[in-house]
């Protein structure tokens, strides 16, 4: 069973990505407040930038596209906003306001460069679409991640192995939340492309966080 979170629970979606990328990264982050952009980060922001409009909304035939569509989950204690949803006549679907008929619902998360290997995309947008179904009361069996580089996308089919990870990870990384605790650093490829490299400090494990060691080399320079 997994608890009722209240609106004060409430975590980032997006810290999702980061917390099975890195646990140590994604804790940075949410709790210790350190953010360096890299080139990576930087074309990803540009390309949600293009994609989020939250006044735009656009009606193709039997498809209604809306983009920047704020979400919410207290099964899963997480808000945030998706890049893009999609809503596709059907006959069993949910009824939207000023729309006639029912529809589909099917999210759509924009990412720059090609498919990861891990698992951090597939988790983010079954999480935005765990969301909707709370939201709206339906079932969506399937999500897209659209990526930048290959301009294609991917399907992600939102199946019960998926969900069931969805429900573990939120819930692991609200524990840690809880415990406002930085795990050590699992050196890894990845660390080469990671925008907080220089900030992780892995050399420091067991010792103190990266935010204390930054205070106490301050401290030492105003002596």
């Known amino acids: 069973m997994f608890e009722e979170y209240t609106a004060e629970d409430l975590l980032p979606l997006s810290g999702l990505q980061h917390f ?3 646990r140590r990264q994604w804790a940075l982050i949410h709790l210790e407040s350190q953010w360096k952009e890299n080139y990576l980060t930087a074309s ?3 390309l949600h930038e293009r994609v989020d ?7 193709r035939a039997d498809l209604i596209i809306a983009r920047s569509v704020p979400i919410v989950s207290y ?3 997480l808000t945030g906003i998706c ?3 999609e809503f596709k006549s059907c006959k069993n679907g949910v009824s939207l ?3 006639t008929g029912c529809y589909s619902v099917t999210p759509v998360e924009y990412k720059r460069g090609e498919p990861k290997t891990g698992m951090e995309d597939l988790v983010q947008v079954a999480a935005q679409a765990l969301c909707l179904e709370e939201m709206l009361s339906t079932q969506i069996s399937n999500a897209f991640l659209f990526y930048g580089k290959t301009r294609h996308r991917f399907e992600v089919i939102i199946d019960a192995e998926l969900r069931n990870k ?3 990870i939120s819930s ?3 524990a840690l939340y809880k415990r406002q605790h930085t795990p050590q650093v699992r050196t890894s490829k990845a660390c080469k492309s990671c925008s907080l490299a220089e900030l992780c400090l892995p050399e420091l494990q067991g010792k103190r966080s990266a935010l204390g060691y930054i205070h106490a080399a301050l401290a030492e320079d105003d002596n």
């Open 172 to 174: 692991e990384m609200h």
């Open 53 to 59: 409009d939250p006044f735009f909304n656009q009606r």
């Open 75 to 77: 099964k899963l204690g």
């Open 83 to 85: 890049d893009l949803v």
């Open 20 to 22: 099975v990328f890195c």
């Open 97 to 99: 306001p000023g729309h």
């Open 44 to 46: 990803g922001r540009q």
């Open 166 to 168: 969805v429900l573990e």
